[in-house]
Nanobody, 115 residues
Framework: QVQVVESGGGLVQSGGSLRLSCAAS????????MGWYREAPGRQREWVAV???????KYAEFVKGRFTMSMDIAERTMSLQMNSLKPEDTAVYYC?????????WGQGAQVTVSP
């Protein structure tokens, strides 16, 4: 069994910064995908930043230059540094670990950006 625990998030004013962290533990097998996603009210979950273990992290256009994903594969942790936050970044953010045919998700962290 794999456990994924998220931390971070909160309330910040427009232009501010927040950091999210995620850690996987338990019966973790080879990780082939690590990523961050978000789900805003009334909208489908969308990807924010994804790394397929090829040394290249891809960012959605709407966060490029503002968000940075970092990983420690050996420690099975990842983080998302979010700068220059905008009200439209308000959402529940989820981390994801892909291991073969299985996906493991964090419990979600609320990020709220006030105008």
């Amino acid at each position: 069994q794999v456990q994924v625990v998220e931390s971070g998030g909160g309330l910040v004013q427009s232009g501010g910064s927040l950091r999210l962290s995620c850690a996987a533990s338990g019966r973790v097998s080879a990780i082939d995908v690590m990523g961050w996603y978000r789900e805003a009210p009334g909208r489908q979950r969308e990807w924010v930043a994804v790394d397929t273990m090829n040394g290249i992290t891809k960012y959605a256009e709407f966060v490029k230059g503002r968000f940075t994903m970092s990983m420690d594969i050996a420690e099975r942790t990842m983080s998302l540094q979010m700068n220059s936050l905008k009200p439209e970044d308000t959402a529940v953010y989820y981390c994801r670990y892909g291991m073969g045919r299985n996906d493991y998700w964090g419990q979600g962290a609320q990020v709220t950006v006030s105008p």
